[in-house]
């Protein structure tokens, strides 16, 4: 959560700079503004066809890919391509994204030394998330070793830090950003096509060489799960197929469509593929809308880095942050968008963006009043405090146990009236613990375990139609939930 209330300030402050830094100050999106408007609307339409508009707007309990979320990466992505207008600039930027995936690497380093936790995760909560970024640092680390020796000392504590991640997706992300750096540095357009070849065959080779190797049972993980979930995802995606099923809705449908058990005691609640989970999502609409925005992007800083001498005089950095978008879509590939790693990854896009050259021609100014600015600007804030700073508040209080607190800051996330009413069943009582997972229920609870609950709180209480229904809701979110399967049956039977 703190992480996803950073992010969420940091998109309402850009939205400020948007409102009140004079359009002559400021650099213009060019040929992605359309794009970018056209991903806003996407991810706003699937809100309003969402299958549970709450949960899209304020997002499920630790993963908070919510729709405000969504805008905020596109416009932590507009602040940077706005206000960076000097390679210095930049290369500042850069210079503290490296230095913050570098104390979460010598933090891995370290936690692979003591043991725990079992695998590595730099204190981000995963380590996927890690090899995420990482994946994104190193080939930025890379094009400045090529510069500097003094980076290669920057560059492989970097690169110890991922390999003690064990996060196969990230080895391979890094792989692909180094790669894809190789091209850009070739002069000659024979050369850039034969290095990419080169490079997309070294690529699908290494992939091979992982999974069948050893290494594609690291941790007793195959990833064949992964490719049963896809193929069962996809009547999830053509039942909804235009706008999606909402914003982080994937956990309250993605089970009934499950064919098999494929990680027994583990609940899906995303797809774990970037496209699919976008589809899942926003439907067609959405991965449109982003499909024109990055191939858009990416073939505005290709062609700048490679039509533009000036750029390489001025020692841009857009070869690295090119290999940096290729090893997030690596990543990203093989799991999903996550906000610690894709809130970076539209940051790094942005300062990539600035630096192409056609789009610092300024906008022209807007005529909105001042009433109207003054109006964006606490809407903004209001947005900032209400799904930034009171759930991060409500956050610290559930940590410290203190739920009527939690519930009270933050009375749409469903995890606290959860948390409130398991410990209302356990304090023997039913009547009000009920209440409160029916209402986590109707904020887009999806966890099966949620509903068994509530359906021993009903047991309890002598609500025997009730507590059938919700058993039967367990199993209709988690067919596999062998719990809920055990209790219907000793239920069902005992009342009969």
Request: charged share 15%.
């Amino acid at each position: 959560m703190p992480r996803t209330a950073l992010l969420i300030a940091g998109g309402a402050g850009a939205a400020i700079v948007g409102l009140w830094v004079p359009a002559e100050r400021r650099r213009a999106l060019g040929n992605l503004l359309l794009p970018a408007l056209a991903v806003a609307a996407a991810a706003v339409i699937a809100l309003l066809a969402s299958t549970s508009p709450v949960l899209s707007l304020v997002g499920s309990y630790s993963r908070y890919e919510s729709l405000p979320v969504r805008l905020s990466y596109l416009l932590l992505f507009c602040l940077a391509a706005w206000l960076l207008r000097a390679p210095a600039q930049r290369r500042l930027v850069l210079t503290f994204f490296l230095a913050g995936c570098l104390v979460a690497a010598l933090e891995a380093l370290y936690q692979a030394l003591t043991g725990f936790p079992s695998r590595p995760d730099g204190n981000l909560g995963h380590s996927n998330l890690l090899g995420a970024l990482l994946a994104m640092a190193i080939p930025i680390a890379a094009v400045r070793g090529l510069r500097s020796g003094r980076w290669a000392l920057v560059l492989l504590g970097l690169a110890a830090g991922l390999a003690v991640s064990a996060s196969r997706s990230g080895w391979l992300g890094a792989l692909a950003g180094c790669a894809l750096v190789l091209p850009l540095s070739a002069r000659s357009l024979r050369a850039r096509r034969l290095l990419l070849a080169g490079a997309g065959a070294g690529l699908a080779l290494a992939a091979v060489v992982l999974v069948l190797s050893p290494l594609g049972a690291l941790h007793n993980d195959t990833g064949a799960a992964r490719l049963h979930v896809w193929l069962d995802s996809l009547p999830m995606l053509a039942a909804r197929p235009l706008a999606g099923w909402g914003p982080d809705s994937q956990g309250l449908v993605l089970g009934r469509y499950l064919t098999g058990d494929w990680e027994p005691g583990v609940s899906f609640d995303r797809i774990h593929e970037l496209g699919l989970d976008l589809l899942a999502t926003q439907g067609l609409l959405g991965l449109a809308a982003c499909a024109w925005f990055w191939i858009a992007w990416a073939r505005g800083c290709w062609r700048a880095w490679t039509g533009s001498p000036a750029l390489r005089a001025a020692a841009e950095e857009l070869p690295g942050l090119l290999g940096a978008a290729a090893g997030y879509l690596v990543v990203t590939a093989l799991n999903f968008d996550w906000a610690p790693a894709t809130g970076p990854a539209w940051l790094l896009a942005g300062v990539a963006w600035s630096a192409v050259p056609g789009t610092n021609a300024p906008l022209r100014r807007l005529s909105a009043s001042l009433p109207a600015r003054l109006a964006g600007t606490m809407g903004a804030l209001l947005a900032a405090l209400f799904l930034a700073g009171l759930p991060l508040a409500a956050d610290l209080a559930y940590f410290r146990g203190d739920l009527r607190s939690a519930v009270t800051l933050d009375p749409l996330q469903a995890q606290y009236h959860r948390a409130l009413g398991e410990r209302l069943l356990a304090s023997g009582h039913p009547a009000e613990s009920a209440g409160e997972l029916e209402l986590a229920a109707s904020l887009g609870e999806y966890d099966s375990q949620a509903f068994v609950e509530l359906g021993d709180a009903y047991r309890s209480s002598g609500e025997r139609t009730a507590a059938l229904r919700a058993y039967r809701r367990a199993l209709e979110l988690n067919r596999f939930d062998s719990s809920a399967r055990q209790r219907l049956a000793a239920y069902s039977s005992s009342s009969s």
